[in-house]
């Protein structure tokens, strides 16, 4: 069973909105605070990038590409974090990964399995 469980993808015309959310059902409260939360997307025939991370306190850093544009948020006690995309431009279209990284030990992290943002009119 996934740690991280992704939804809200979907097909948006250029311009439109969309909300991300991804859940993490198995981690205790207590687990998922300790850990950083954060999107990915790959387009194809691209690399993997990186979205947006926030910190357990809730700081959090952007690509340049999307900031101001996709704010990303978490709710700790519903152990979700959730990306709003808005003004969705054609580059924007991929699949987006959920991504959970400890705090205390980086190389425990993990990834969901990727949500399709499809921008086209």
């Known amino acids: 069973q996934a740690q991280l469980v992704e939804s809200g993808g979907g097909l948006v015309q250029p311009g439109g909105s969309l909300r991300l959310s991804c859940a993490a059902p198995?981690?205790?409260?207590?687990?998922?605070?300790?850990?950083?939360m954060g999107w990915y997307r790959q387009a194809p025939g691209q690399q993997r990038e990186l979205v947006a991370m926030?910190?357990?306190?809730?700081?959090?850093d952007y690509a340049d590409s999307v900031k101001d544009r996709f704010p990303i948020s978490r709710e700790n006690a519903k152990k979700r974090v959730l990306l709003y995309m808005k003004d969705l431009k054609p580059e924007g279209a991929a699949v987006y990964y959920c991504?959970?990284?400890?705090?205390?030990?980086?190389?425990?992290?993990?990834w969901g399995q990727g949500t399709q943002v499809t921008v086209s009119s």
């Open positions: 926030i910190s357990r306190s809730g700081e959090a």
């Open positions: 991504y959970a990284q400890s705090t205390s030990d980086s190389s425990r992290d993990y």
């Open positions: 198995r981690m205790i409260t207590r687990t998922y605070n300790s850990y950083k």
